[in-house]
RNA sequence: GUCCCAGUAGCUCAGCAGGAUAGAGCAACAGCCUUCUAAGCUGUGGGUCACAGGUUCGAAUCCUGUCUGGGACACCA
């Protein structure tokens, strides 16, 4: 709707500067003003005043002229600038007519159609608690998907679980000194950590610890069915504590292959390696030389033989690629990993794979504490699942002040706590790191998921007051509705534009906008008063609803239709 | 030491394919509910956009350097 108005207002310049300048960079120049009475689109004069070798306020002025004015509401010169505003009844029914017209699936595309992405998100360790960082790349990957999906991709939720590797050496080495089955089998994930931390502490005073986990990791591998029992029984109690949280998150996996699972598979790898003559030793290690790009060389096997993190990933890369034949393929890790990524795919470029380009590291910032990062190893963790409790409990508390007489308590208190916290870590750009707030992420007002939701709420409380219908009559649009319809039209766009730049915080801020829009809206205007305005009004409100929902559930966030 | 990311209001952050007086939220203070859900709305105060150069008609935005913080840098993942 948007990018019509603007080729619009293009087409038209374009005819006044004929010769000057193509439409393609007119449409470059043009923007959106920042300040309201400056109208809804502007173009700077000052590249013209270059071509033309006349003063920018001149060459505005003559433009706002000549133009062709019809199709706008009003055209003006200001200073250098020739600002336009639309035909607000003509865009506010174009709009929310096609919001009408195509419901949740407004904003969609085919983009993508007939596309694979894969998302390796989540991942969480086998044996260790569900972190803060987790919950980051689960909820961040999931939105990413919702949005592939949205622009017509075929989205592979890949949970790549932790469940390999020398810490369940280290862990069977713990719980066959200290551990009980009682223990375990109580809160599995607690006690295991609980062990794991202890190997740490007590192998600084007595290292040969270390080598006895080396052992036990030695003996898993070799597939000892004692080992291989502990591992067992660790990764299925573990995984039934993650599908509690997946499950209050509301998020599902295609595949929950996790390290393990390509275990038989990087022999391979490592045979492609070498018959390209990329291997060499080093320091007893086969490692693949990436000089020529600038990296640090990349471990394939350590000097014992066994195989590293990267010989894993090259594995799980290739078999992703054969097996889902993706477009693209995500990685939603850490940014303290980007090493790795960049040797995954420059190592994936030297063996010869033309889709190395198409693997992409979507990094995000850490969770702090006290500026510093949490660390498993000493303990340091905060869980998940004790922090989406708490911010259940708020809502629950939220509900029993606010709206005592609701329907379905727990199932909103859900909704609302667990999309706070979502909400909260979805809202910023990824990259930034967090500081770890309990106060921040169960906040209720201002910019968060609640308030969102609240909105949204409101909303549908007056679409089943005013007993609203569909009668498709003309809409008229009042000053005041005109902001909500603008945020409504750039609804696609912001869509493409957190698509394009794997970025769901757009979408976050987004539905703020169009919150706080319409809770302006509804300040200043009675919906339900009987009038002229009534049908138009909520209108309006029912197009806001849908799109907020929509938005919200781009997020991974519900939408309680009362709260 | 090398590489990556960041430094905008007291706090958390937008804005960064250059453009008109740098925006929100929180916190503080002052208002608005006998009428549509006050998890809301309105207003006030608060800024040398880390610093220094450069490119440009124009820089928070692009380039270089400096400082500060964080992260990564071989047998962890």
Not at 44 to 66: D, N
Not at 340 to 363: C, E
Not at 517 to 531: H, P, S, T, V
């Given at each position: 709707?948007?990018?019509?108005n603007k080729?619009m207002f293009a087409?038209?310049?374009?005819?006044?500067?004929?010769?000057?300048?193509d439409?393609?960079?007119?449409?470059?120049?043009?923007?959106?003003p920042?300040?309201?009475d400056?109208?809804?689109?502007?173009?700077?004069c000052f590249?013209?005043?270059?071509h033309?070798?006349k003063?920018?306020?001149?060459?505005?002025r003559?433009?706002?002229?000549?133009m062709n004015?019809?199709?706008?509401e009003?055209?003006?010169?200001?200073?250098?600038y020739?600002n336009?505003?639309l035909?607000k009844?003509?865009?506010?029914?174009?709009?929310?007519?096609?919001?009408?017209?195509k419901q949740?699936?407004?904003?969609?595309s085919?983009?993508?159609?007939g596309?694979v992405?894969?998302?390796?998100m989540s991942?969480?360790?086998i044996?260790k608690p569900?972190?803060?960082g987790?919950?980051?790349?689960?909820?961040?990957?999931?939105?990413?998907?919702?949005l592939?999906?949205?622009?017509g991709?075929?989205?592979?939720?890949?949970?790549?679980?932790?469940?390999?590797?020398?810490?369940?050496?280290k862990l069977i080495?713990a719980y066959?000194?200290?551990?009980?089955?009682?223990?375990?089998?109580?809160?599995?994930?607690?006690?295991l950590?609980?062990?794991?931390?202890?190997?740490?502490h007590e192998?600084?005073?007595?290292?040969?610890?270390?080598?006895e986990?080396?052992e036990?990791?030695?003996?898993?591998e070799?597939?000892?069915s004692?080992?291989?029992q502990?591992?067992k029984?660790?990764?299925?109690?573990?995984?039934?504590e993650?599908?509690?949280?997946?499950?209050?998150?509301?998020?599902?996996?295609?595949?929950?292959?996790?390290?393990?699972f390509?275990?038989?598979k990087?022999?391979?790898i490592?045979?492609v390696?070498?018959?390209?003559n990329?291997?060499?030793?080093?320091?007893?290690?086969?490692v693949v030389?990436?000089?020529e790009?600038?990296m640090p060389p990349?471990l394939?096997?350590k000097?014992?033989?066994a195989?590293?993190?990267?010989?894993?990933?090259?594995?799980?890369a290739?078999?992703?690629k054969?097996?889902?034949h993706?477009?693209?393929?995500?990685?939603?890790?850490?940014?303290e990993?980007?090493l790795?990524?960049?040797q995954?795919?420059?190592?994936?470029?030297?063996?010869?794979y033309?889709?190395?380009k198409d693997?992409?590291?979507?990094s995000?910032?850490?969770?702090l504490k006290?500026?510093k990062?949490l660390?498993?190893?000493k303990g340091?963790?905060v869980?998940l699942e004790?922090?989406?409790?708490e911010?259940?409990e708020?809502?629950?508390?939220?509900?029993?002040a606010k709206?005592?007489d609701?329907a379905?308590?727990?199932?909103v208190?859900?909704?609302?706590?667990?999309g706070?916290?979502?909400f909260h870590d979805?809202k910023?750009?990824?990259n930034?790191?967090?500081?770890?707030?309990?106060?921040?992420?169960?906040?209720?007002?201002g910019?968060?998921?609640?308030?969102v939701?609240y909105?949204?709420?409101?909303a549908?409380?007056?679409?089943?007051?005013g007993?609203?219908?569909?009668?498709g009559?003309?809409?008229?649009?009042e000053e005041?509705?005109?902001?909500?319809?603008k945020?409504?039209?750039?609804?696609p766009?912001?869509i493409?534009?957190?698509?394009?730049?794997?970025?769901?915080s757009k979408?976050?801020?987004?539905?703020i906008?169009?919150?706080?829009e319409?809770?302006?809206?509804y300040?200043?205007?009675?919906?339900?008063e009987?009038?002229?305005?009534?049908?138009?009004r909520?209108s309006l409100?029912?197009?806001?609803?849908?799109?907020?929902?929509?938005g919200?559930?781009?997020l991974?966030v519900?939408?309680?239709?009362?709260m």
């Amino acid at each position: 709707m948007m990018m019509k108005n603007k080729n619009m207002f293009a087409a038209n310049l374009q005819a006044v500067f004929e010769g000057y300048m193509d439409k393609e960079e007119i449409l470059q120049l043009i923007e959106v003003p920042k300040q309201r009475d400056h109208g809804d689109l502007a173009f700077p004069c000052f590249t013209m005043a270059q071509h033309l070798r006349k003063s920018p306020g001149l060459i505005a002025r003559q433009a706002a002229e000549s133009m062709n004015k019809e199709s706008f509401e009003k055209v003006e010169a200001v200073g250098p600038y020739v600002n336009v505003f639309l035909n607000k009844q003509q865009t506010a029914n174009e709009v929310i007519g096609e919001i009408f017209d195509k419901q949740q699936d407004y904003g969609a595309s085919v983009a993508g159609q007939g596309e694979v992405i894969t998302i390796d998100m989540s991942s969480p360790n086998i044996a260790k608690p569900f972190s803060l960082g987790h919950l980051r790349s689960t909820v961040i990957g999931n939105s990413l998907a919702l949005l592939a999906e949205k622009r017509g991709y075929t989205a592979v939720r890949i949970n790549h679980l932790g469940d390999w590797g020398t810490q369940f050496g280290k862990l069977i080495a713990a719980y066959k000194r200290w551990g009980s089955k009682e223990q375990v089998s109580r809160d599995p994930i607690k006690e295991l950590l609980a062990l794991y931390v202890r190997f740490h502490h007590e192998s600084e005073a007595f290292p040969e610890l270390i080598e006895e986990g080396r052992e036990w990791f030695k003996k898993l591998e070799d597939g000892d069915s004692e080992a291989l029992q502990l591992w067992k029984w660790f990764r299925e109690e573990s995984l039934q504590e993650f599908n509690k949280i997946y499950e209050l998150l509301g998020v599902y996996f295609d595949s929950t292959e996790g390290e393990a699972f390509f275990n038989d598979k990087m022999e391979r790898i490592v045979d492609v390696l070498s018959a390209k003559n990329l291997l060499s030793k080093s320091a007893g290690a086969q490692v693949v030389q990436l000089i020529e790009a600038g990296m640090p060389p990349c471990l394939i096997k350590k000097s014992d033989g066994a195989t590293l993190y990267a010989t894993r990933d090259l594995a799980a890369a290739v078999y992703r690629k054969e097996r889902y034949h993706f477009a693209k393929s995500l990685y939603v890790v850490g940014n303290e990993q980007s090493l790795h990524f960049n040797q995954l795919s420059a190592v994936l470029k030297k063996m010869g794979y033309s889709w190395w380009k198409d693997i992409r590291h979507i990094s995000f910032g850490m969770v702090l504490k006290d500026g510093k990062k949490l660390s498993t190893r000493k303990g340091k963790v905060v869980l998940l699942e004790e922090v989406l409790k708490e911010s259940m409990e708020l809502a629950s508390k939220n509900i029993e002040a606010k709206n005592p007489d609701l329907a379905d308590k727990q199932s909103v208190a859900k909704s609302v706590g667990v999309g706070a916290v979502v909400f909260h870590d979805l809202k910023n750009h990824r990259n930034n790191d967090i500081e770890f707030s309990l106060k921040d992420m169960l906040r209720v007002e201002g910019e968060t998921g609640p308030y969102v939701q609240y909105t949204y709420a409101r909303a549908c409380s007056l679409l089943r007051k005013g007993n609203f219908q569909l009668t498709g009559e003309t809409l008229v649009c009042e000053e005041e509705a005109w902001p909500v319809v603008k945020v409504l039209a750039e609804f696609p766009n912001t869509i493409n534009k957190a698509a394009e730049n794997d970025d769901p915080s757009k979408i976050a801020k987004y539905v703020i906008d169009l919150a706080q829009e319409f809770n302006k809206f509804y300040a200043n205007k009675r919906i339900l008063e009987e009038g002229k305005h009534k049908y138009s009004r909520l209108s309006l409100t029912y197009a806001a609803s849908v799109v907020l929902k929509e938005g919200l559930r781009l997020l991974g966030v519900d939408s309680p239709p009362e709260m």
